[in-house]
């Protein structure tokens, strides 16, 4: 059986460079304050809904939020008006996380919104985030992807974790944002406010408290 010689390796193609590494410009939340596209991010705290909220109205294009049954129907589109257009917005009930998991793979995989949101009942295992950052990175689009969970999260695997908690003043919104775990970032914390516009304004804070 003939043979052929393997061809000299400047000759091969390329291999593609990593999602990240084309220069993808992160989505800003305020400045200093950004989020990788193409990745899954990690929310908690008991501000959490809102930090997701706050970070679609600064995407394009439509936004998936995935739920349980009874969370999907408690949005309310005039609470979230400031922050998002209730009208991107495509709500799915899907029950239990492993249903959410699997709708929020789909998504990110397809390409077809900005962002996709799965709020769960718990913080999945590594298998299923690795399987989530696989597809954000696989659609060529850089979806970004948001989970919610409970109390402190804790997934493994995620791009970052993000801690939003209310400090309202009287007349102002105010939030205490902490960024307790990136792979790209050391640990900090801010206090967001509206700015100008729809800007927020974010002045660095002390060390996380989780």
Do not use: Y
Request: glycine share 10%; hydrophobic share 45%.
């Amino acid at each position: 059986m003939p043979t052929h010689p393997a061809p000299p390796p400047e000759t091969l193609p390329a291999k593609p460079a990593p999602l990240l590494a084309r220069g993808r410009a992160p989505l800003q939340l305020a400045p200093g304050v950004e989020f990788a596209r193409g990745r899954v991010h990690e929310l908690c705290g008991p501000a959490r809904r809102t930090l997701a909220l706050l970070l679609a109205g600064r995407t394009e294009g439509a936004v998936l939020w995935i739920a349980p049954e009874v969370a999907a129907r408690a949005l309310n589109p005039w609470g979230m008006a400031g922050l998002c257009a209730p009208e991107r917005l495509i709500l799915a009930a899907a029950r239990p996380d492993r249903e959410a998991l699997w709708c929020l793979e789909e998504a990110l995989q397809s390409g077809a919104v900005a962002m996709a949101v799965a709020e769960l009942a718990a913080p999945p295992g590594l298998t299923p985030m690795r399987r989530l950052q696989l597809a954000a990175e696989a659609s060529g689009r850089a979806p970004i992807g948001l989970i919610l969970t409970p109390e402190a999260g804790g997934a493994p695997g995620a791009e970052s974790r993000w801690h939003l908690t209310a400090a309202h003043a009287e007349g102002q919104n105010r939030w205490r944002l902490e960024r307790r775990r990136a792979r790209m970032a050391p640990p900090a914390a801010w206090l967001l406010e509206p700015g100008p516009g729809a800007a927020l304004l974010a002045t660095r804070q002390g060390a996380p408290e989780g």
